[in-house]
């Protein structure tokens, strides 16, 4: 049965396109790529993109995807095989095998064409390391956990194993000295490495802060000044190193026979200049997700919300204070972002709460006195029974801070404090 086209749909397909303009050489499948179905893969491969996956299998048993491929770097032939890490329910057709079985040939014929040998695989940590331990050959495994963040090169065997973080906050510099032996020596200046991560953890830490709502509260400039004297610390620490390096000619490449590597973790701060075509694809995407959620919308009925509307006539001093606040426009928040029918972003930008899930239809398809962060989702309860019958059926009339962090999590709200923040929501008595 042919499916329409859907919001999973249009964002990998949107993210193909970029990775295709920024000319990658090879990308291998991961479990969250077949968000959106295989199909959509496979027909990208046919036109060229690079997927690389050994373990996906078709249920004859062939690869899915091309499971390894060879790039000439100058004179360096570079290997690369791509694993796929453990699916929890394989798409249909799809077979996912062992890779205790399928490397070992796999490694060796690759290797025999091949100067460098690298593995792109997002398996969890643990089989990446017993993979490195396993096969000498491996020079490098670039891995894809989703929580392990920025992980500086750490050697098992002959392989370094390396990663950077999710959702392309950092770009990670891996620079080899590469020498015919193949075996790694030690980082050219591992401390330097260290240092100069640090910085950019913390000019990361220092932007988000920038984006704070009450900069005037001593307790955020006290932490702002903390943070910016560490970063001067750190970067005349890094200042010092590299004075250090230059006197003693250390960093320069080693003759010994040995590969040696150093590696950096650039941040991608939102001050940094943005790619125009990038840029425009994405905004397309957004567009596209956004045209396409509104078509799908049908007029939902039966949420046991009631809305502010039904609330206004028995608590008119708490509705006034609720619509002067921005929870009462969270969702025109989002349509002058024009995201106003982007799935990501509905559940904490409208109406629900923990009793009372809204599904993915219900969530397009709100009533107008529902499309906002409403007094239901802070007074649990059935609004509609405690309407009929106020003093039968109650509302919950305190607000635990589990509820307001079910929407404000650190990545949507970094700086969160209960206390200060309940002070500027919390409706007066009457
Ligand atoms: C359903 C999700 C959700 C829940 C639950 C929620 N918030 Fe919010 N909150 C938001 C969103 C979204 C915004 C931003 C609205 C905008 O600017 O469009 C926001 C904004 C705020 C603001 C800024 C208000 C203003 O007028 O500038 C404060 C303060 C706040 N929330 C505190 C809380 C507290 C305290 C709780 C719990 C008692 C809570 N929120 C519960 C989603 C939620
Ligand atoms: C997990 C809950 C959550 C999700 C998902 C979410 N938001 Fe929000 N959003 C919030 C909260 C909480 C605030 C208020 C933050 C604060 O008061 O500092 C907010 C504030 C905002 C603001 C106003 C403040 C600002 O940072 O400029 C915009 C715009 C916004 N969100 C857009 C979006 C978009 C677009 C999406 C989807 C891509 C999205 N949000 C998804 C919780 C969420
Ligand atoms: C972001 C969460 C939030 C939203 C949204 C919200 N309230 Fe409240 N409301 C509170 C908090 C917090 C209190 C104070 C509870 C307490 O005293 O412990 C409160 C108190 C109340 C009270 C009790 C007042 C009293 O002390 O007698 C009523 C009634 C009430 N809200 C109605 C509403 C109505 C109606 C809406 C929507 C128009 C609404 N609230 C929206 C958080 C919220
Ligand atoms: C027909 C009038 C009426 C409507 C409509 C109404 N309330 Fe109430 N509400 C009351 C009365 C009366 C009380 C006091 C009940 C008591 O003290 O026994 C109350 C109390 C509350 C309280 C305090 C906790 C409690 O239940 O005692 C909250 C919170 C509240 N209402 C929220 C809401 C919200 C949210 C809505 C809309 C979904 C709403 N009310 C609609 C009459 C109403």
Known sequence: MAEGPSQERLTAEGIIKIYTSMKVDAVAVAPLDLAAGVDILLASQKQGFPWLSANLLDLKGQPLFEPMRIK???????????????LNSPPRGIRQADWRTLL??????????????VLLSSLPPAENQEIARQFPALHLILSANLDRGNMNPQQ???????QTDRQGKYQGVLTIDWNKNGKWGNSMDEELN?????????????????????????????????????????????NALERKGKETGNGQASTSGISSFSSNF???????????????????????????????????EGLPFLGHDGCKSCHPAQTRFWQSTNHSRAWETLKKANQAFNLECLPCHVISNSEIPVNRNQLLALPKSLQTVGCENC???????????PEQFHMKKQVEEKICLSCHTPQHDSHFNYQEKLKRIACPAN
């Open 72 to 86: 000439k770097v100058g004179a360096v032939k570079v290997g690369l095989i791509g694993l796929t890490g453990p």
């Open 104 to 117: 070992p040939p796999l490694i060796e014929k690759t290797a025999r064409q091949c100067d460098v040998l």
């Open 156 to 162: 098992v065997n002959n392989s370094l194993i390396t």
């Open 379 to 389: 007074h649990v309860g059935s609004g509609k029974s405690h309407a009929a019958n």
């Open 266 to 300: 650039i941040p991608l701060k939102q001050s940094l200049p943005e790619a125009p075509e990038i840029r425009a694809i994405i905004t397309g995407i957004k567009q596209q997700v956004n045209e396409l959620n509104q078509k799908i919308v049908k007029k939902e």
């Open 194 to 238: 260290t240092l100069r991560n640090r910085l950019g953890a913390l000019d990361w830490q220092l932007q988000r802060m920038e984006k704070r709502v009450e900069p005037q509260l001593p307790e955020y400039l006290a932490k702002v000044k903390l943070i910016e004297e560490n970063r001067e610390a750190v970067a005349q620490k890094i």
